[in-house]
């Protein structure tokens, strides 16, 4: 049998894993095991214990790992009767292990083959005397696991079988690479990414917050987080204006009718927010818009003259996250989507595919996210191993999928033909960035769709007078606002490109003398179109600059006597430091080029 090739390092990651049970079991002997497997960078376990295990006991857990790591331990792999391991855990009072056991005795064993699970045995590894429920693989020996590069994290509570209704037990969070220098690298990402969380960045750059009142997940923007927003969601609504998208509107709730025929309402299942009105009639709060707007072109008879059509809408759809899963602007509840739809024929897939690819090019390039070695393009396409996992007409997946890679190609993308990702209903172009500390982000997509049109029944009549189904194109630019902002304020640390600061500049009078010339000043940027403010506090000079510098706006402009008498501002740049004195129209003309 073919197996998939397991990466070594995540095997380590794993026996990792069993390690830390090891140790924890001796500091906790009645510890009821959950589940302990590898994550991005390592590995966790989820435990019970009568008394909680606290963030201090963390290095005594590493410690104990780390001396056990050093005996040189076997790991032995054997199979099992799945009743008598039953047994076995039952007696050691594993109340988590046996639970597994039974959902593998109802849903088939863990076991890698067919024949083995007919079996019903379970495999079982043993290292010492710690025995654990385990599909494997593992090292051979603790000695391959380098435990100078070994680092027990942190804790957090994770919820039994991610089920709000079950017991909350304690994931112990660990890290593991091959070298100490890729440990000390992690060790340095970290407190980077720290620097930059946005939760962090948010609230010192007042950008949105969170109330008790009105529930986890659901962030309230501020002012400047909402012009923020709004310079977002222009500037991509002007790049498609350009390419004849315009303008639709929905309401946020709809029948449960919608779904149904779509087929989303098994899809969202429980994360669906349902709402009850007066009458028996079921309404959800919409979780997607795209079966919204196929009622829109679905309301009147088309002609293949009237094709493409193009809509687009910024607006909020709402999904019940767990709350264990909630953080910050990253995962949320209420997800601004900037969305998109073009109906067009399959002969305008081309055109209409290169017209988003446009948009994104040039929405990227200034945020300078575009550059070289910053972004690849994934052309998702069909897993050929499993045709039968994709609807639609199999003629016009080829023909979609290799006009998909066409354009990846004369575009001259840095790009990747990835089998097996396709969406069930069209393959896609997915973008991908890597941002200033070296995560990558999926953020703009451009997906064809050959059955959600089939569904709804919609249909356009051809050069000969017959009916056919339009192909539906979703887009997305930034995709949720929230998750891009959260990626963009990592991104930059909160030091934003001019056209995007939601305060461009800020105008400091050296005393309160000069308050009205201040205030000319900002009267005359702000009827060039900037967002300017004054800032006349009593505070002094150089603590006025230090705020100005840690709410990153770009500008400060500095105004004295000598700055009134020659109509003058004297510059300050987020980034470049002290520019020199200049006239207002000189300044104004400089940051128009830098936005252009
Ligand atoms: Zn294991
Ligand atoms: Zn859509």
């Known amino acids: ?59 005594k857990i590493e410690k104990k790992m780390k001396k056990l790591i050093s005996q040189n331990i076997d790991f032995e792999k054997s199979e099992m009767n799945i009743d008598e391991a039953r047994e076995k855990f039952e007696k050691a009072g594993q109340k988590y292990k046996v639970e597994i056991i039974d959902d593998l005795a109802n849903e088939g064993t863990q076991s890698l083959t067919n024949d083995v699970s007919e079996k019903k045995t379970v495999l079982i590894y043993k290292s010492k005397d710690f025995e654990d429920l385990c599909r494997g693989p593992h090292v051979k020996n603790s000695k391959e696991i ?19 209704n079950r017991k909350q037990l304690t994931r112990v969070y660990g890290v593991l690479f091959d070298t ?120 009147k008879p088309h002609s293949y003259k009237e094709l493409p059509l193009r809509y687009m809408e910024t607006t909020m759809v709402y999904r019940d996250e767990q709350a264990g899963e909630l953080l910050g602007l990253s995962r949320v509840r209420s997800i601004s989507q900037d969305d998109g739809h073009v109906f067009c024929t399959p002969g305008q897939i081309e055109q209409e595919v290169q017209n988003i690819v446009s948009v994104i090019r040039e929405f990227y390039t200034s945020l300078n996210m575009f550059d070289e070695g910053k972004c690849w393009v994934s052309v998702s396409v069909r897993d050929s191993k499993t045709p039968d996992k994709y609807l639609g007409d199999p003629k016009n997946w080829d023909k979609a999928e290799a006009i998909l890679e ?32 070296g995560r990558e982000w999926q953020l703009a997509t451009a997906q064809l769709d050959f059955v959600m049109p089939e569904r709804f029944g919609l249909e356009y009549t051809d050069e000969n007078g017959n009916k056919q189904t339009p192909v539906m194109i979703h887009r997305a630019i930034a995709g949720s606002l929230e998750r891009f902002l959260s990626v963009i304020i990592e991104h930059f640390a909160g030091a934003f490109p001019l ?87 000189d300044f104004i003309k400089k940051i128009k080029k830098e936005i252009s």
């Open 1 to 59: 049998m073919c197996r998939e090739k397991i990466n070594e390092i995540d095997v380590k990651r794993h026996s990792a894993a069993h390690i830390l049970a090891m140790a924890i079991l001796d500091l906790h002997p009645d510890a009821r095991l959950g589940i302990g497997p590898v994550i991005e960078d390592g590995f966790y376990y989820d435990v019970e214990t009568d008394s909680p295990i606290t963030e201090d006991e963390l290095k």
């Open 499 to 585: 056209w995007l600061s939601p305060v461009q500049a800020v105008v400091i009078p050296v005393s309160d003398k000069f308050n009205d010339y201040g205030q000319s000043v900002v009267e005359r940027l702000q009827s060039e179109g900037f967002r300017v403010e004054l800032d006349d506090d009593s505070e002094t000079l150089g603590k006025r600059i230090r705020i100005a510098q840690k709410s990153k706006i770009p500008y400060m402009l500095v105004v004295g006597e000598k700055e009134v008498a020659d109509n003058t501002v004297a510059v300050r740049s987020r980034d470049n430091g002290d520019e020199g004195i200049i006239r207002v129209d």
């Open 406 to 437: 066409e354009i990846a190609k004369k575009e001259g993308f840095d790009y990747k033909k990835v089998e097996g990702e396709a969406a069930f209903y069209g393959p896609k172009l997915d973008f991908m960035f890597t941002d200033a500390i």
């Open 146 to 164: 380098n435990a100078k590069a070994l680092k027990i994290t942190r804790l957090a509570g994770a919820y039994w079988k991610s089920d709000e």
């Open 180 to 299: 100490k220098e890729e440990l000390d690298e992690y060790n340095k990402r970290l407190a980077e990414a720290k620097k930059r969380d946005h939760r962090k960045l948010g609230k010192e750059l007042d950008l949105f917050t969170f109330s008790d009142l009105v529930g986890p997940g659901l962030p309230l923007f501020t002012t400047k987080g909402t012009t923020l927003r709004d310079t977002i969601v222009d500037k991509i609504q002007t790049l498609q204006a350009k390419h004849g998208y315009e303008k639709v509107t929905i309401p946020h709730i709809t029948k449960k009718d919608l779904y149904e025929t779509s087929g989303h309402w098994d899809k969202f299942g429980d994360e669906l927010f349902k709402v009850k009105g007066q009458s028996d009639q079921e309404f959800v709060m919409k979780p997607m818009n795209c079966p919204h707007h196929t009622q829109i072109f679905a309301a």
